[in-house]
C-alpha cells in the first residue's frame, strides 16, 4: 500500500508523464551549457527509475551530481541526490535514501528553494511512514505544508493533505485522516484538479472500506474512477482498480474483485510499472488462496516473487514470501480433509520463506510487515505442534502490538511535539536566513561548545571505561576468590579423603604385617626360651630384634599419623611416676643387659607419689628417650632421672632426664633430630637402624601435655634429653604404699586367664608366655565368643585376655555382653588383643568396656605388664 503512494506522489509531483528516452537523449545531446546537461541527465535518471531500470537510474544521477559539482551548480547536486535517494527508496533502502534525501533537502534549504524542500521533506516523510515511524513522518509533512501555505502552492499542499491523511489512516485515527483528505479536495476542487480530486476520492473510498462502509466506499471509488476516466486515464487507475477491488474482495464478492484486480493488473503492464504488476499478482493469488486454489494462488504468488526478485526489492520480497507461506500453511493444514493435490509442503520450506521474511520485515521495520510476518509464524508453529515457538511468536507479536498501542496512545503527546519541533525548525530556519552573522558566531560557538562536548565526551568515555575495567577487574577478582575458594574446598575434601585413604591403607598394613609378625615373634620367643642348639640362639635372637625393629617402625608411623590427625587423646588419671619409671627401667634391662650398658633409675625421696595425668604417654616417651640412650651408647651408662622443677599449689613442674654416655649429637644437628623421619646422620641407620621417627612423636607427646622436650650433648661424651612436664599431685596419697608390683610377683600367682582366641596358633604363644612367666597360672581358651560368654560365666576368670575377630560374638560384643551382666564379676579386667592397632579401634576397645589394648604381634614384656598393673589395681580397688 505505502509504495503505492510513493509511486503516485512522485508522479505527480515530479511530472513523470514527460518525454521519451529517445528525446531525452536527443536534448542531452544539443544541450548547451553544463548546467543544462546535468539537469537532463537529471531527468533521464528519473526516467530510468520510473521504467524500473534502477542500476542506469543510480548511474546517471551519479553522473548529473558529478558534473553539478565540478561546475558548482547547486541546484543540479541537489537534485541529484534527490535522485539517488529515489534509487534508494525504491529498493527500500531506508537509511540511504534518508542520507541523500537529507543531503539534498540542505543544498535546497541553502538555495531556498521552497518548492523543492517541502517536495523533498515530503518524500523524507514517506520513507518515515513506510517504516512506521508516524509521527517522524508528521513532522516532515507538517513542515513540508507550511511552506507549501507561505508560498501558496496550493497544488502541493493538497498532496501534502494527502500524505497526512494517508499517516493518520495507517495510525488508525480515520476521522483525523478523512478531514485531511477533505482538506486536499477542497484544494483540488478550487484549482479544478480532476485528477487530484480523483485520487483524493481514491483515498477517501479507502478509508470507508477499512471503516467497513461498503456502500460509501464504492461510491467514492465509482466517482474518483470516472474522474479518471474523463481526464486521463492516468496511471492512478492502477490504484483506483486495486482499491475497487479490494472494496470487492472485503465484502466477499470474489468473481468482481478477481475481475477488478486483473484490470489493475493488465493496466500496470501496459505502464511497465513492475512494481505494480507484482502487487496485482498479490492481489489475485489472495483471492485464490481464499477460495482454496493452492496452486493458483502459488502460481501468482511465485509470479509476483519472481518480479520482486529481479528488481531487489526488500519489502516485495518479504510480502511474497508471506504470501507463499500462507497458502503453504493452508494446504499443510487442509491435509487431513484432503489428499488431492501435491504432496504436503515440508517444514523447512515454510519456515525458511518465513525466516527469511522476518528477517527483511525487521531490516524495514515496518509494522504490518512485522505483525503479519509473526501471525504466520505462530500459525505455522501451531501447525507443526510447536507449541513452544508459537507462544514465542505470539508473544512477541503482543510485544509489537503492546508498543504500537503505546505510540497509539502518545499520539496526541507526538502531534504536540511534532508542532514544538516544527515550529523550533523553522525559527532555526528563520534566524540562519536573517543573521548571516549571528550564524558564523553560532557555528563558531557550536564549533567550541562541540569540542567541549568531544573532550567532555572523551573524558567521560575515559571515566566510564576505567569505571567498567575497575568492575571488570572487581569481578575477575571475586570470580577468582570464588574459583579459589571452591578450589580450597575441594582440596580440603581431597585431602580429607586422602586422608580416610590414607588410615584404611594403614590399618590394613598393619593388620597384615602383624598378623605373620605375631607367629614370627610368639615362635622366636618360645623357641630362645626352650632348648636349642648355641649356634641357633644368635639367629634366634637377630630374628627377634628384627621383628621387635620392625614393630616399633609400624608403631612410630601410626603414632604420628595419630598425632597428626589429631586423634590422640590424652587420658587424666592417677600414678605413680616412680612406678612408671621402675616399669620402663624393667622393660629395659634386658636391652641394656644385651649392651653391657648400665641403666640407673633415679627417683628423689620427697618426689609426690600420684600425680593426675597420661602415664602411658609419658612411659611412652621416656622408653623412647631411653631407648635412644641405649641404641647411642657403648659404654658406660644410661640414667633416668626425675625431680620436682618447681610448683604452683597442687601443680608440680616435674623434670625428666634421660642421659647417657654414648655418641652425643654434633650441635650442628640438634635442631634437626626433632624433625620426622630425620637423624643426626646418614650413617646412623646403617649403624643403628631407626626411622628418625621416635623424637618427631615423643616431642609432640609432651607439647601436647603442656611440657617441654630439649637436648644438651657433646660429641664423644654423651647426651641429655630432658622433659618437663607439670601434673597436679593428689595430696590424700598414702606415701607408705608399696609401689605396684612387677610382673612373676607374687600376686600373679595362680592367676586364673581366660583366653578368648580362635587362632590356634595365637593360642600356643599365649600358653607358653604365660604358662612360662606366670606361676601356677590356670588357663582356659575359647575359640569362639559364645564359647567365651559360657567359659565366663562358669568359671569367673580373674583376667580375659580377649581377641576381637571372633566367630560368632566379635569381641566388642562379647565385652559389652559380660559388661551389661550386672552380676558381681563384671568388674573383671579384659585385655582387647588386636591386630588392628590403629587409634580408632583402640577407642572402640575402650567404649565396649575393656581395660587394656595390647596390639598383635604382642610383645610378653607389655602384656605381663599390663595384666600386674590390672590385677593390682583390682586388688587395690578391692582393699
Ligand atoms: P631413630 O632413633 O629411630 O633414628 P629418633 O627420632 O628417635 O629416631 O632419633 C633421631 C636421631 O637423633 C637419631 O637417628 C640420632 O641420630 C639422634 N639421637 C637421638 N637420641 C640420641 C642419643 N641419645 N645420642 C645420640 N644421638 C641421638
Given at each position: 500500500?505505502?509504495?503505492?503512494?510513493?509511486?503516485?506522489?512522485?508522479?505527480?509531483?515530479?511530472?513523470?508523464?514527460?518525454?521519451?528516452?529517445?528525446?531525452?537523449?536527443?536534448?542531452?545531446?544539443?544541450?548547451?551549457?553544463?548546467?543544462?546537461?546535468?539537469?537532463?541527465?537529471?531527468?533521464?535518471?528519473?526516467?530510468?527509475?520510473?521504467?524500473?531500470?534502477?542500476?542506469?537510474?543510480?548511474?546517471?544521477?551519479?553522473?548529473?551530481?558529478?558534473l553539478a559539482r565540478k561546475t558548482g551548480y547547486l541546484r543540479g547536486e541537489a537534485l541529484s541526490w534527490y535522485h539517488i535517494a529515489l534509487y534508494h527508496d525504491y529498493r527500500n533502502q531506508s537509511r540511504e535514501a534518508l542520507d541523500a534525501y537529507s543531503t539534498s533537502l540542505h543544498t535546497f534549504e541553502y538555495l531556498d528553494d521552497s518548492v523543492n524542500m517541502a517536495r523533498t521533506m515530503n518524500s523524507i516523510g514517506l520513507v518515515y511512514k513506510n517504516t512506521s515511524s508516524f509521527d517522524t513522518a508528521l513532522v516532515y509533512f507538517y513542515r513540508s505544508r507550511e511552506i507549501l501555505r507561505a508560498i501558496g502552492d496550493d497544488q502541493e499542499l493538497a498532496a501534502t493533505f494527502n500524505l497526512i491523511g494517508l499517516v493518520y489512516g495507517a495510525w488508525g485515527d480515520y476521522e483525523e485522516s478523512l478531514e485531511n483528505f477533505m482538506a486536499a479536495m477542497d484544494l483540488y476542487q478550487s484549482a479544478g484538479n480532476a485528477l487530484g480530486m480523483s485520487?483524493?476520492?481514491?483515498?477517501?473510498?479507502?478509508?470507508?472500506?477499512?471503516?467497513?462502509?461498503?456502500?460509501?466506499?464504492?461510491?467514492?471509488?465509482?466517482?474518483?474512477?470516472?474522474?479518471?476516466?474523463?481526464v486521463g486515464p492516468t496511471r492512478d487507475l492502477i490504484d483506483i482498480y486495486t482499491e475497487l477491488g479490494m472494496l470487492y474482495q472485503e465484502s466477499g464478492r470474489s468473481q468482481e474483485a478477481m475481475a477488478t484486480y486483473e484490470k489493475s493488473l493488465n493496466l500496470a503492464r501496459y505502464y511497465n510499472n513492475l512494481r505494480k504488476m507484482a502487487e496485482g499478482f498479490d492481489n489475485l493469488g489472495r483471492v485464490y488462496h481464499s477460495q482454496a486454489k493452492y496452486a493458483e494462488a502459488l502460481q501468482f504468488f511465485n509470479r509476483a516473487l519472481d518480479i520482486r526478485r529481479d528488481l531487489g526489492i526488500s519489502h516485495g520480497?518479504?510480502?511474497?514470501?508471506?504470501?507463499?507461506?500462507?497458502?503453504?500453511?493452508?494446504?499443510?493444514?487442509?491435509?487431513?480433509?484432503?489428499?488431492?493435490?501435491?504432496?504436503?509442503?515440508?517444514?523447512?520450506?515454510?519456515?525458511?520463506?518465513?525466516?527469511?521474511?522476518?528477517?527483511?520485515?525487521?531490516?524495514?521495520?515496518?509494522y504490518t510487515d512485522l505483525v503479519e510476518t509473526y501471525e504466520t509464524l505462530v500459525r505455522a508453529s501451531a501447525a507443526f505442534s510447536e507449541y513452544g515457538d508459537a507462544v514465542m511468536y505470539q508473544e512477541a507479536l503482543y510485544k509489537l502490538k503492546d508498543s504500537v498501542a503505546g505510540a497509539d496512545q502518545n499520539r496526541s503527546l507526538a502531534e504536540l511535539q511534532t508542532r514544538f519541533e516544527r515550529d523550533r525548525q523553522e525559527q532555526e530556519i528563520m534566524l540562519l536566513k536573517s543573521e548571516k552573522k549571528v550564524q558564523e558566531a553560532r557555528m563558531r560557538q557550536q564549533r567550541i561548545e562541540r569540542i567541549i562536548y568531544v573532550l567532555g565526551g572523551i573524558s567521560l568515555v575515559i571515566l566510564i571505561i576505567g569505571l567498567l575495567n575497575r568492575m571488570a577487574f572487581m569481578n575477575r577478582a571475586r570470580r577468582e576468590l570464588e574459583q579459589k575458594n571452591r578450589q580450597i574446598e575441594t582440596e580440603k575434601h581431597k585431602a580429607e579423603n586422602s586422608e580416610q585413604v590414607k588410615e584404611q591403607f594403614l590399618s590394613k598394613m598393619n593388620h597384615?604385617?602383624?598378623?605373620?609378625?605375631?607367629?614370627?615373634?610368639?615362635?622366636?620367643?618360645?623357641?630362645?626360651?626352650?632348648?636349642?642348639?648355641?649356634?641357633?640362639?644368635?639367629?634366634?635372637?637377630?630374628?627377634?630384634?628384627?621383628?621387635?625393629?620392625?614393630?616399633?617402625?609400624?608403631?612410630?608411623?601410626?603414632?604420628?599419623?595419630?598425632?597428626?590427625?589429631?586423634?590422640?587423646?590424652?587420658?587424666?588419671?592417677?600414678?605413680?611416676?616412680?612406678?612408671?619409671?621402675?616399669?620402663?627401667?624393667?622393660?629395659?634391662?634386658?636391652?641394656?643387659?644385651?649392651?653391657?650398658?648400665?641403666?640407673?633409675?633415679?627417683?628423689?625421696?620427697?618426689?609426690?607419689?600420684?600425680?593426675?595425668?597420661?602415664?602411658?604417654?609419658?612411659?611412652?616417651?621416656?622408653?623412647?628417650?631411653?631407648?635412644?640412650?641405649i641404641k647411642f651408647t657403648d659404654e658406660g651408662h644410661v640414667t633416668i632421672a626425675v625431680q620436682v622443677a618447681g610448683r604452683e599449689e597442687d601443680r608440680f613442674r616435674f623434670r625428666f632426664e634421660v642421659r647417657d654416655t654414648g655418641i652425643g649429637i654434633p650441635p650442628d644437628r640438634v635442631d634437626r633430630i626433632f624433625r620426622s623421619f630425620t637423624q643426626a646422620d646418614s650413617e646412623t641407620t646403617?649403624?643403628?637402624?631407626?626411622?628418625?621417627?621416635?623424637?618427631?612423636?615423643?616431642?609432640?607427646?609432651?607439647?601436647?601435655?603442656?611440657?617441654?622436650?630439649?637436648?644438651?650433648?657433646?660429641?664423644?661424651?654423651?647426651?641429655?634429653?630432658?622433659?618437663?612436664?607439670?601434673?597436679?599431685?593428689?595430696?590424700?596419697?598414702?606415701?607408705?604404699?608399696?609401689?605396684?608390683?612387677?610382673?612373676?610377683?607374687?600376686?600373679?600367682?595362680?592367676?586364673?586367664?581366660?583366653?578368648?582366641?580362635?587362632?590356634?596358633?595365637?593360642?600356643?604363644?599365649?600358653?607358653?608366655?604365660?604358662?612360662?612367666?606366670?606361676?601356677?597360672?590356670?588357663?582356659?581358651?575359647?575359640?569362639?565368643?559364645?564359647?567365651?560368654?559360657?567359659?565366663?560365666?562358669?568359671?569367673?576368670?580373674?583376667?580375659?585376655?580377649?581377641?576381637?575377630?571372633?566367630p560368632e560374638m566379635n569381641g566388642h560384643e562379647v565385652a559389652r555382653a559380660i559388661r551389661r551382666s550386672g552380676r558381681t564379676g563384671n568388674g573383671v579386667p579384659i585385655i582387647a588383643m588386636t591386630a588392628n592397632a590403629l587409634p580408632r579401634e583402640m577407642e572402640e576397645c575402650f567404649n565396649s568396656g575393656m581395660n587394656e589394648f595390647i596390639p598383635k604381634p604382642f610383645d610378653p614384656d607389655d602384656l605381663l605388664l599390663k595384666i600386674n598393673q590390672l590385677i593390682s589395681k583390682q586388688q587395690y580397688a578391692g582393699k
Open positions: 500500500m505505502s509504495l503505492l503512494w510513493a509511486g503516485l506522489f512522485l508522479a505527480q509531483g515530479l511530472n513523470a508523464q514527460g518525454p521519451t528516452m529517445v528525446s531525452l537523449l536527443d536534448e542531452l545531446q544539443s544541450a548547451a551549457d553544463d548546467s543544462t546537461r546535468v539537469n537532463v541527465l537529471n531527468r533521464i535518471a528519473l526516467k530510468h527509475l520510473e521504467l524500473n531500470q534502477f542500476n542506469k537510474g543510480l548511474e546517471r544521477s551519479r553522473e548529473a551530481y558529478e485520487l483524493t476520492y481514491n483515498h477517501i473510498g479507502s478509508i470507508y472500506c477499512m471503516l467497513g462502509e461498503y456502500g460509501k466506499a464504492e461510491d467514492y471509488l465509482d466517482i474518483a474512477l470516472s474522474l479518471n476516466m474523463e520480497l518479504m510480502v511474497s514470501r508471506v504470501n507463499i507461506a500462507g497458502v503453504y500453511l493452508s494446504q499443510v493444514e487442509s491435509m487431513g480433509a484432503s489428499t488431492e493435490g501435491a504432496p504436503a509442503p515440508s517444514r523447512e520450506m515454510i519456515f525458511n520463506l518465513l525466516g527469511d521474511a522476518l528477517q527483511e520485515a525487521r531490516t524495514i521495520g515496518n597384615e604385617i602383624r598378623i605373620p609378625m605375631t607367629t614370627i615373634v610368639g615362635s622366636v620367643n618360645i623357641l630362645l626360651k626352650n632348648k636349642h642348639l648355641d649356634s641357633q640362639g644368635k639367629y634366634l635372637s637377630a630374628i627377634r630384634q628384627s621383628s621387635e625393629n620392625l614393630l616399633v617402625i609400624i608403631d612410630d608411623i601410626l603414632d604420628l599419623t595419630s598425632l597428626e590427625a589429631g586423634r590422640v587423646k590424652l587420658e587424666a588419671v592417677p600414678f605413680s611416676i616412680a612406678g612408671e619409671l621402675d616399669n620402663i627401667g624393667q622393660m629395659l634391662s634386658f636391652k641394656a643387659a644385651e649392651k653391657g650398658v648400665d641403666l640407673r633409675i633415679e627417683i628423689p625421696d620427697h618426689l609426690p607419689e600420684t600425680v593426675i595425668g597420661d602415664p602411658i604417654r609419658l612411659s611412652q616417651v621416656l622408653m623412647n628417650l631411653a631407648g635412644n640412650g646403617r649403624k643403628y637402624g631407626g626411622t628418625g621417627l621416635g623424637l618427631t612423636i615423643s616431642k609432640q607427646l609432651v607439647e601436647m601435655q603442656g611440657g617441654h622436650l630439649g637436648v644438651t650433648s657433646e660429641p664423644g661424651m654423651g647426651s641429655c634429653f630432658f622433659v618437663e612436664l607439670d601434673y597436679r599431685v593428689e595430696e590424700r596419697e598414702d606415701r607408705s604404699r608399696k609401689r605396684d608390683p612387677g610382673p612373676g610377683e607374687e600376686v600373679l600367682k595362680g592367676l586364673k586367664v581366660l583366653i578368648v582366641e580362635d587362632d590356634e596358633f595365637n593360642v600356643m604363644v599365649l600358653r607358653d608366655t604365660l604358662s612360662t612367666a606366670l606361676e601356677e597360672v590356670r588357663l582356659e581358651v575359647a575359640t569362639d565368643g559364645r564359647a567365651a560368654l559360657d567359659l565366663w560365666a562358669a568359671g569367673e576368670p580373674d583376667i580375659i585376655l580377649l581377641d576381637i575377630e571372633l
